[in-house]
């Protein structure tokens, strides 16, 4: 049983990463296409919507992401003005319809995501940067999970390609593959992401004297109780 679970763990993952890379690389191509394009493009309504549909074919086409966006920030020069753009859609309650959460010019004082370790940390990585456990108390207000990766424009970071994945949703997934082992996900600094033992909560730190690795990726490590 071990072993389908580690494989389903690793499913979950690569999807997320799969398609937080696809989602990056489908805004990057689309700004190419377009002719004349700079930075200040990004906020005509024409683009927007080309960056938006990319995001809705994102959460449609991954069951396990619930929220989808792009980020960006622009700082200052002597050719641009400064800009912040926000994009994040997520799925309802009904899992039909994606609800547009529009944060730009207006709101950037209220809500600076480049104080978000998937934002900060996501350049650095060049590849997928993922985040969580952690409670989203911007979006959902759950614990949740965020894959991000950089975009780029001429060569130059021009934001964050992301998706969330709720840990509400990796425990459905998980739990049938691990009702006979007292088992323990977590993210490489031990916060607990799934958890098969009453003792042990979401959140929580692991104690790890007290469980064994039985299975390691690069971002998350799977311990069996002692």
């Given at each position: ?76 020069t002597g050719k641009n ?14 899992g039909v319809k994606q ?46 999970i965020t894959s991000a ?78």
């Amino acid at each position: 049983m071990l072993t389908t679970l580690c494989k389903k763990i690793d499913s979950i993952i690569n999807s997320m990463i799969d398609s937080t890379g696809m989602l990056a690389k489908d805004i990057e191509t689309s700004l190419a296409e377009i002719e004349g394009v700079n930075l200040e493009h990004l906020l005509e309504p024409s683009v927007r919507k080309t960056i938006q549909e990319h995001i809705k074919k994102t959460l449609n086409s991954n069951v396990y992401c619930s929220g989808a966006g792009f980020a960006s920030h622009i700082e200052a020069t002597g050719k641009n003005k400064e800009f912040w753009l926000l994009e994040w859609w997520y799925k309802k309650a009904d899992g039909v319809k994606q609800v547009n959460l529009d944060l730009d010019q207006a709101t950037q004082q209220r809500l600076d995501f480049r104080t978000f370790e998937w934002f900060k940390q996501a350049p650095a990585v060049g590849n997928a940067f993922i985040h969580g456990p952690y409670v989203d108390y911007i979006c959902n207000t759950s614990y949740t999970i965020t894959s991000a990766v950089p975009v780029y424009f001429n060569q130059q970071f021009l934001g964050v390609a992301a998706i969330d994945l709720l840990v509400s949703r990796v425990e459905d997934e998980l739990l049938p593959f691990a009702t006979n082992d007292k088992v323990f996900l977590t993210n490489k600094e031990r916060r607990i992401v799934f958890s098969s033992h009453p003792k042990f909560r979401v959140g929580d730190l692991l104690d790890v004297s007290l469980a064994s690795v039985v299975y390691e990726n690069d971002y998350f490590n799977l311990y069996q109780a002692k």
